[in-house]
């Protein structure tokens, strides 16, 4: 079974900074693709970033320029640098994990994380 952790989760007064962080851990050969989503009260959970194993990396109009998602295969973590956050950020942020491959020919989608929360308030 695979599991995701996530950690970094703060309040911050606006144009603050937070790195989030994420670690996968059970047995698997590989992740395709690691991201992070959000969801604010009474919002639907939405694409914040996702970065492919091959390094292609998405993001949300939102947040481009102010966010920077990376992932350390080695220690099967992804990250999320959140720069110049404004009270918009505020939710609780998970880490998902797609396309897991556990086996030959055995492979998980979309695992979450428990969530962290993160909060922009002065």
């Known amino acids: 079974q695979v599991q995701l952790v996530e950690s970094g989760g703060a309040s911050v007064q606006p144009g603050g900074s937070l790195r989030l962080a994420c670690a996968a851990s059970g047995i698997f050969v590989s992740i395709y693709a690691m991201g992070w989503y959000r969801q604010a009260p009474g919002k639907q959970r939405e694409l914040v970033a996702v970065?492919?194993?091959?390094?292609?990396?998405n993001y949300a109009d939102s947040v481009k320029g102010r966010f920077t998602i990376s992932r350390d295969n080695a220690k099967r973590s992804v990250y999320l640098q959140m720069n110049n956050l404004n009270p918009e950020d505020a939710a609780v942020y998970y880490c998902?994990?797609?396309?897991?491959?556990?086996?030959?020919?055995?492979?998980?989608?979309?695992?979450w994380g428990q969530g962290t929360q993160v909060t922009v308030s002065s």
């Open positions: 998902n994990a797609d396309r897991i491959r556990v086996g030959p020919l055995t492979m998980l989608n979309d695992v």
């Open positions: 970065q492919t194993s091959d390094g292609s990396t």
